[in-house]
């Protein structure tokens, strides 16, 4: 039997990513309405790490960033009241035209505040 408290955390835990913007693209056939979500931390942790993983690489080459760029797309691209992301990284990589999305897809995960969260610098976190 499920208690109160686990109630209350499932609530928080299956709620929706939050929305960063719904952006409208040429499909083959019709214009195309698309979500894209902020990640949750657990999510956007590993995206970090990539990150500066790839920064921290003197011959990181441009198949590597490319690689990133097409999860971090996968990651945050939902179609409207979905529950789960719409691409894969691999089918990213095939839609021709990622690069319409790729600048409110970085800017959801928000690279600069990521960091400082996942250090526990962020405003919600206690010091």
């Known amino acids: ?4 408290h686990d109630d ?8 929706p990513w939050r ?20 990640p949750p931390p657990s999510i956007l942790q590993p995206l ?7 920064r921290s690489k003197v011959d990181g080459d441009d198949t590597d960033a490319l690689d990133w760029l097409a999860e971090v797309v996968a990651t945050v691209v939902w179609r409207p009241g979905a529950v789960r992301s ?10 021709g035209h990622f690069s319409t999305v790729q600048a409110d897809c970085l800017a959801a995960i928000n690279l600069a505040t990521a960091v400082e969260t996942a250090k526990g610098k962020s405003e919600a976190t206690p010091t």
């Not at 970090?48 to 790839?54: G, Y």
């Not at 719409?86 to 839609?95: D, G, H, I, M, Y």
């Open 8 to 15: 209350f955390v499932a609530n928080l835990l299956d709620a």
């Open 1 to 4: 039997m499920s208690s109160e």
């Open 86 to 95: 719409l691409f894969t990284k691999e089918q990213v990589k095939a839609w």
């Open 48 to 54: 970090v790490e990539k990150a500066r993983t790839l």
């Open 19 to 38: 929305l960063f913007k719904q952006v409208t693209v040429e499909g083959a056939r019709t214009s195309v309405q698309l979500d894209i979500r902020t």
